[in-house]
C-alpha cells in the first residue's frame, strides 16, 4: 500500500508537471480565438496547422529558428572542447597555482552573468564583434560550471592508467585522445546538453548583442512577435511549441547519459 501511495502521488505530480506542455500543444493546433472562449477547450475541436505555416512563412520565425539552430550547435561544439581540455588539466595535470586558480574560477561562480554584460559587450564593441556571430558565440566558448563539472568527473580516472601510458611512450595529447575522453562520454552528454540549452534559450546576451533583425534567435523573434500579436494566444503557443521541442527531443533521446553524467561520483 505504501509503494503505491508513493506511485500514485509521483504520477500525480507528473501529470501536473505535463499538463501545460500537453495544453500548449493542444491551443497551438486550435482556430484563432478558440482559446479566449470561457471555459476554455482542452483538445482542438478542429485541429490545425495554419498557426505553423504563418509563423514558419511570413511569420519570420524559420530564419530566426536556423539562426538559433546553427548558434546552439556550434557554440556546444566550442563550449565542450573548451571546458573538457580545461576540465581534465585541472583534475590530473600538474602545474603552478593550480589549486589557486581553480579557486579564484570557483569563486567567480557568485557573480551574476548580468553583472558582467556590460564590460563584455564593450569589450566586443573595441573589437568590432557587436551585430556578428562571434560576438554571441564568445561568451559561450567556456563556462565555470563545465569545467568543474569535467574536473570533479576526470579526477574518477585512476592515475596509474595515465602513468602506464606514460611508461609507454604516449604523448599527453594521446592519452587525452585515446583513454580520458572515452572515458568522459557520460559527462560530455551531459554538458553538451547544457550548453545546447543555454544557447538555444538565450535571450538577454543575443538582445544586446545582435542589432540586424535578419540575425535574431528564436527566443528574440518570438518576443518582437508577440508584441504585435498579443491578443492571438494560438499563434504564440505555435511559437513556443517550436521553441521547446527540439530541446525537449535532445533531452529525451540523451537522458541516459545525461543522468548517468551527473550522479557519477555520487555513489561508491
Given amino acids: ?39 476554455p477547450p482542452l483538445l482542438p475541436r478542429e485541429p490545425t496547422l495554419v498557426h505553423y505555416e504563418k509563423l514558419l512563412g ?105 602513468e602506464a601510458a606514460r611508461l609507454d611512450g604516449a604523448g599527453e595529447w594521446r592519452i587525452f585522445w585515446n583513454i580520458v575522453l572515452p572515458t568522459l562520454k557520460p559527462v560530455l552528454v551531459t554538458l553538451a546538453v547544457f550548453a545546447f540549452l543555454g544557447s538555444w534559450n538565450d535571450f538577454m546576451w543575443p538582445l544586446i548583442v545582435l542589432t540586424d533583425g535578419e540575425m535574431h534567435t528564436l527566443p528574440v523573434a518570438l518576443a518582437a512577435l508577440s508584441r504585435e500579436h498579443v491578443q492571438d494566444s494560438e499563434l504564440m503557443m505555435a511559437g513556443a511549441v517550436i521553441t521547446v521541442l527540439p530541446v525537449l527531443a535532445l533531452f529525451i533521446a540523451l537522458q541516459r547519459y545525461y543522468m548517468q553524467g551527473l550522479l557519477m561520483g555520487s555513489v561508491k
Avoid at 506511485?7 to 493546433?29: D, E, G, I, T, Y
Avoid at 569589450?123 to 565555470?144: C, E, Q
Wanted: charged content about 10%; hydrophobic content about 60%; overall charge positive.
Fill in 1 to 39: 500500500m505504501k509503494r503505491i501511495a508513493v506511485n500514485a502521488l509521483l504520477w500525480a505530480f507528473a501529470l501536473l508537471a505535463v499538463f501545460p506542455l500537453v495544453w500548449m500543444v493542444c491551443v497551438s493546433l486550435m482556430p484563432a480565438g478558440s482559446a479566449s472562449s470561457l471555459p
Fill in 58 to 162: 511570413d511569420g519570420g520565425l524559420k530564419r530566426a529558428f536556423i539562426n538559433s539552430l546553427a548558434l546552439a550547435i556550434v557554440a556546444t561544439f566550442v563550449s565542450v572542447s573548451f571546458n573538457t581540455l580545461a576540465g581534465y588539466a585541472f583534475a590530473k595535470l600538474r602545474f603552478k597555482h593550480r589549486e589557486r586558480v581553480f579557486g579564484l574560477l570557483i569563486a567567480a561562480l557568485v557573480i551574476p552573468g548580468q553583472v558582467a554584460m556590460l564590460p563584455l559587450f564593450l569589450m566586443l564593441k573595441g573589437m568590432g564583434l557587436v551585430n556578428t556571430w562571434m560576438g554571441v558565440l564568445i561568451p559561450s566558448m567556456a563556462g565555470i560550471f563545465g569545467i568543474f563539472l569535467v574536473r570533479q568527473y576526470a579526477r574518477g580516472v585512476p592515475d596509474e592508467l595515465l
